[in-house]
């Protein structure tokens, strides 16, 4: 078993993550090739400064045009990615899509109570939408009416929108567009390319798929939870499990023992070992300073995240506002190789100034001039991706962070 420092763990995660240096090109192939890099991208709702896939990108290329991850969604010609359930609501490559075929097939078929119960008392509303939008073209909620007198809670959606996410989730209708981030759906034999591959795989193949993709993209993994989670395949820990020690067996996996922080031995690709060893001899360093989203492929798993990294993070921004620690929407700090700390931005779009409402550095993290310089270099990215004119520091810890850093970005 091969011994390495913690050290080599990180970088080696970092390294298969694309986030150890800046990918020099940012154009629509390079794009490409993270989200294949990766495995998926998730999407989430929350917009108090870009929303997480297009930071996902951002900490990765740098200042890239969003335009072009949009063509690669949504433009016929450039149609390469499409949005499904991947470890969440996911940007995806075309060229899986037949590893989802068995998602979609548990969601007709089997499906959450919650949702069978729903799908079970309106099949005249299910068959009515895909009827609509077989007859009008794509749609989105927007362009069927609520029949009902009262709303309930914010997830009580209309039966309507309800149905396109069911017909969605079943693979009858994909996303051909958003308008404002409402997802547009149409037919997906008018949207699937031609080329994309149907052939459904069989359970084994499914999995071993996924198990490698999930391995590959994270570098080093402890437990088959996380590569299972990695692409959500759910209460398939132990089959996952049992699969690990069959590619050790096979030998498209070495086990790997980190010689302090972790108890419990790790797996990786097998072809990645030359790769590794160049880290453990100091071939490759880490140099990527950048903001992390939330939803970060890096920081998903939080258990991974304190064993290796040693950091403490969770998402607050559907915890009560007085029990925040950090704050609303938190980025994690990444700076070569290493997570120092979090910030809590908001855009001020009508303003045009980036609001750090707080930025916090880790307990033991010296503020020298090059950590200032490398902060700077982010920060003005950051700023440069939302068209920020103006940079406005609310809190800080240390306190003097603020003031030193608005200056430094002000005058850089």
């Given at each position: 078993m091969l011994r390495i420092p913690i050290s080599a763990a990180r970088t080696l995660a970092l390294v298969k993550q694309g986030l150890a240096q800046r990918r020099p090109a940012h154009d629509k192939?390079?794009?490409?090739?993270?989200?294949?890099?990766?495995?998926?991208?998730?999407?989430?709702?929350?917009?108090?400064?870009?929303?997480?896939?297009?930071l996902t990108l951002l900490s990765r290329h740098g200042l890239y045009q969003r335009e072009d991850l949009d063509d690669l969604l949504y433009?016929?010609?450039?149609?390469?990615?499409?949005?499904?359930?991947?470890?969440?609501?996911?940007?995806?490559?075309?060229?899986?899509?037949?590893?989802?075929?068995?998602?979609?097939?548990?969601?007709?078929?089997?499906?959450?109570?919650?949702?069978?119960?729903?799908?079970?008392?309106?099949?005249p509303v299910v068959a009515d939408v895909l009827?609509?939008?077989?007859?009008?073209?794509?749609?989105?909620?927007?362009?069927?009416?609520?029949?009902?007198?009262?709303?309930?809670?914010?997830?009580?959606?209309?039966?309507?929108?309800?149905?396109?996410?069911?017909?969605?989730?079943?693979?009858?209708?994909?996303?051909?567009?958003?308008?404002?981030?409402?997802?547009?759906?149409?037919?997906?034999?008018?949207?699937?390319?031609?080329?994309?591959?149907?052939?459904?795989?069989?359970?084994?193949?499914?999995?071993?798929?996924?198990?490698?993709?999930?391995?590959?993209?994270?570098?080093?993994?402890?437990?088959?939870?996380?590569?299972?989670?990695?692409?959500?395949?759910?209460?398939q820990n132990r089959a996952v499990g049992a699969l690990i020690q069959v590619l050790l067996d096979e030998g498209a996996l070495s086990a790997v023992e980190v010689e302090e922080g972790l108890t419990e031995p790790g797996v990786v690709l097998s072809e990645d070992l030359p790769l590794l060893e160049r880290i453990v001899a100091g071939d490759i360093v880490p140099e990527r300073t950048t903001f992390l989203s939330p939803f970060d492929n890096l920081i998903w798993d939080?258990?991974?995240?304190?064993?290796?990294?040693?950091?403490?993070?969770?998402?607050?921004?559907?915890?009560?506002?007085?029990?925040?620690?950090?704050?609303?929407?938190?980025?994690?700090?990444?700076?070569?190789?290493?997570?120092?700390?979090?910030?809590?931005?908001?855009?001020?779009?009508?303003?045009?100034?980036?609001?750090?409402?707080?930025?916090?550095?880790?307990?033991g993290v010296s503020l020298d001039d090059a950590l200032l310089g490398d902060l700077a270099e982010a920060t003005r990215e950051l700023m440069a991706f939302h068209h920020a004119r103006a940079l406005s520091i609310e809190r800080s810890q240390p306190a003097e962070l603020a003031m030193v850093l608005a200056a430094r970005v002000e005058t850089s």
């Open positions: 192939e390079a794009i490409l090739q993270t989200v294949r890099r990766l495995g998926y991208i998730q999407v989430d709702t929350i917009n108090v400064v870009a929303r997480s896939h297009y433009n016929a010609d450039d149609r390469r990615l499409f949005e499904y359930w991947g470890h969440a609501a996911s940007i995806l490559p075309l060229e899986d899509y037949r590893y989802y075929l068995a998602r979609m097939a548990w969601h007709r078929d089997i499906g959450s109570s919650w949702d069978r119960k729903w799908r079970q008392e309106n099949q009827a609509e939008v077989r007859r009008r073209g794509a749609l989105g909620s927007r362009d069927f009416a609520d029949p009902r007198d009262e709303r309930g809670t914010w997830w009580d959606w209309k039966p309507a929108k309800r149905a396109l996410d069911h017909l969605w989730s079943v693979g009858d209708l994909m996303v051909r567009r958003r308008v404002n981030f409402q997802k547009i759906y149409d037919l997906t034999e008018r949207v699937l390319p031609e080329w994309v591959d149907r052939t459904p795989p069989s359970a084994e193949e499914n999995r071993r798929y996924f198990v490698l993709r999930a391995i590959g993209a994270m570098g080093v993994v402890f437990r088959p939870g996380t590569a299972a989670l990695y692409f959500t395949l759910r209460r939080r258990q991974l995240l304190e064993q290796l990294w040693e950091f403490e993070y969770s998402l607050e921004a559907y915890t009560p506002a007085a029990k925040r620690r950090w704050g609303y929407f938190c980025l994690p700090i990444l700076r070569r190789g290493a997570l120092i700390g979090r910030v809590d931005p908001k855009m001020d779009r009508q303003s045009g100034t980036m609001i750090f409402r707080a930025f916090y550095l880790e307990d």
